[in-house]
């Protein structure tokens, strides 16, 4: 296996900055979240819209919300694109904070943008406030102000706090606190959250994910782009790449995406999440371009092993669909070198699923055991779950043909085709 740093390997490592953000008893109350190029940098060297949709990405569906913030807030740094409706938001209200950067030229588009943003339940905070600025426009409908105590002098953050004193839903935050002056002074002025680096400098989240195929990204949103969505045929591309796979069934436990279930399958994911999330999140994914060159032969495998398991999932009385996933999450955890115990721990999968991949135990611990040990040209466990010889053979060559027609067309010319799912066939 290529190593994760490798930008053109099955692999890569991805990073999330975040710094917490204290109330007045000093308890972490949210975080906000940072582009990080990589695990050793300290700040930014992107502030645009392709670094927002990489810290969108790789927080709601490399990692999961909930390793990156638990149950807290999370602060997001959104640019003009995302306020006016250019680029969609894939998540919900419900954890997180849109955070308006200084740099965003405020006119009525944008006026128009955050009200309706607001009304749809959205917090949203202004980032390094002075009066006077246009910014100041945009005061009746935010819930957070942020004061740049670092950059400003005691008497133009106690005019902004004035500026503020009018609406009384607003929340001031003191940012950039590095000083025990600078901490006194913000609490004199009402400030009631505080963040920088008197307090705590940001963390590096490393993790290690699948590339998934820039061109099988491409197909799929040009599917979900339709007026008449099949969603049979939106499942069999998810299928198809064990990266897409993996990234909505995070996503669909992240508390943000208003999904409550635990899903034991892709097209549960698929069918819970809806056409228009589902295009959401796979739109950023194109457009920021986090898509990476895959190696054919590593997903190949991990896909076939997948559909075999769907094939014999009859034989034990597994729900296919089931099967399929099992086999897929074997596939992805030997792609990113992780237990598939673990991996399985950090996704939001049904008792049936977790038994089996956390546990060993189950009919479908039993199928993966004998599918693995015919791998081997093992068949202990096949004869053990009285599975068929003949039926192994035909199940396996079965897998292959299908791999073969619907992955490697994928990942090599974009000229997927549409007549089969992990379900069908």
């Known amino acids: 296996m290529q190593s994760a740093g490798d930008r053109h390997g099955p692999t890569r490592a991805v990073h999330v900055g975040r710094q917490p953000i204290y109330d007045r008893r000093n308890a972490v109350v949210a975080y906000e979240l940072l582009f990080r190029e990589d695990a050793a940098a300290n700040e930014a060297r992107r502030s645009d819209a392709a670094a927002t949709i990489d810290v969108i990405i790789n927080t709601f569906s490399e990692f999961g919300l909930a390793d990156i913030v638990e149950d807290k807030l999370c602060f997001v740094n959104v640019t003009r694109d995302f306020l006016v409706g250019d680029l969609p938001l894939p998540f919900g209200p419900e954890q997180t904070v849109l955070e308006i950067l200084e740099t965003v030229e405020v006119d009525d588009q944008v006026v128009d943008g955050v009200a309706q943003l607001a009304t749809q339940g959205y917090r949203i905070a202004l980032d390094d406030f002075l009066p006077g600025s246009p910014h100041e426009r945009l005061l009746p409908l935010v819930t957070v102000v942020k004061l740049d105590m670092l950059a400003s002098s005691a008497e133009r953050v106690r005019a902004a706090a004035a500026a503020c004193a009018g609406y009384p839903g607003i929340t001031l935050l003191a940012e950039k ?72 069934l995070r996503v669909s436990n992240s508390a943000a995406s208003g999904v409550r279930f635990q899903v034991s399958s892709v097209r549960q994911a698929v069918l819970l999440l809806g056409t228009a999330r589902v295009r ?70 049904s008792q049936e699923l977790t038994t089996a991949l956390r546990h060993d135990q189950g009919r479908v611990a039993q199928l993966l055991r004998a599918v693995l040990g015919y791998e081997r040209a093992d068949l202990t466990e096949a004869r053990a779950a009285r599975l068929p010889p003949a039926r192994l053979v035909q199940a396996y060559l079965n897998a292959a043909v299908w791999t073969t027609r619907m992955v490697g067309s994928v990942l090599q010319d974009g000229a997927a085709t549409h007549d089969a799912s992990p379900a069908a066939g």
């Open 177 to 248: 606190v590095e000083t025990a002056e600078h901490l006194a002074t913000a609490r004199d002025v009402g400030c009631v959250l505080f963040q920088g680096y008197a307090l705590s400098r940001p963390s590096v989240v490393t993790g290690v994910t699948l590339s998934p195929s820039r061109l099988h990204q491409v197909e799929l949103l040009t599917t979900l782009s339709q007026s008449d969505v099949d969603m049979r045929e939106v499942i069999s591309l998810v299928s198809r790449d064990p990266a897409l796979s993996l990234r909505l």
């Open 280 to 349: 959401e999140w796979v739109a950023l994914m194109v457009l920021g371009n986090v898509a990476n060159g895959a190696d054919p032969s590593h997903l190949s495998a991990a896909v076939a092993r997948a559909r075999m398991c769907h094939q014999l999932a009859g034989y034990l009385d597994v729900d296919g669909d089931t099967a399929f996933t099992a086999g897929l999450l074997v596939g992805i955890s030997e792609l990113l070198g992780t237990p598939v115990a673990e991996l399985a721990g950090s996704l939001p999968l």
